[in-house]
T-cell receptor
């Protein structure tokens, strides 16, 4: 089955530590996205990528970094500069040329600080 | 100011009853409006997507309506089931940025009780 796989499902970060969240898709989608979801809040865009080797900052990119070396993969690194990393992180993908098609989401990674 | 407002924030309904969720938006111009269902601890799943020229779209027991003149959408759930307990998210896609700058509502939290 085609879909988006996020791992791990739960992740804990210590002070001063960088952690990387994995996102892999086999939908052959060009575009991939990272969102952050906090309780009672709408999803907020962290980074997005339209094509391999290119990515753009979203609304809350500070303290995060990404790479897009392969079409299928879009890992997110939460750096120590992100002072409030506790949240539910969602990865999504879509065909960038199909404007009226919904994004497909993974099942998220819940990040907590120790 | 949030561009997508959803009401009610939460509601409890008896199994078998109907309910209607509201979404008011200010995004303009927009290319489409989407409703997603998000189960607790999971990623959002697309229910319906309507372009600006469509008035209604159904997906099983879910029916979405759109009034582009008043900038309102609703999601009607018919004959609710326990599995309908979830958060329902209204998402608007602006013409200029498409999937790269979606406007997300905070969600309607629905609890179905037996």
């Amino acid at each position: 089955d085609g879909g988006i796989t996020q791992s791990p499902k739960y992740l804990f970060r210590k002070e001063g530590q960088n952690v990387t969240l994995s996102c892999e898709q086999n939908l052959n989608h060009d575009a991939m996205y990272w969102y952050r979801q906090d309780p009672g809040q709408g999803l907020r865009l962290i980074y997005y990528s339209q094509i391999v080797n290119d990515f753009q900052k979203g609304d809350i990119a500070e303290g995060y970094s990404v790479s897009r070396e392969k079409k299928e993969s879009f890992p997110l690194t939460v750096t120590s500069a992100q002072k409030n990393p506790t949240a539910f992180y969602l990865c999504a993908s879509s065909n960038s040329w199909q404007l009226n098609q919904p994004q497909h989401f993974g099942d998220g990674t819940r990040l907590s600080i120790l | 100011k949030n561009q997508v407002e959803q009401s009610p924030q939460s509601l409890i309904i008896l199994e078998g009853k109907n309910c209607t969720l509201q979404c008011n938006y200010t995004v303009s111009p927009f290319s489409n409006l989407r409703w997603y269902k998000q189960d607790t601890g999971r990623g959002p799943v697309s229910l319906t997507i309507m372009t600006f020229s469509e008035n209604t779209k159904s997906n099983g027991r879910y029916t979405a309506t759109l009034d582009a003149d008043t900038k309102q959408s609703s999601l009607h759930i018919t004959a609710s089931q326990l599995s309908d307990s979830a958060s329902y998210i209204c998402v608007v896609s602006p013409v200029t940025y498409g999937n790269n700058r979606l406007a997300f509502g905070k969600g309607n939290q629905v609890v179905v009780i037996p």
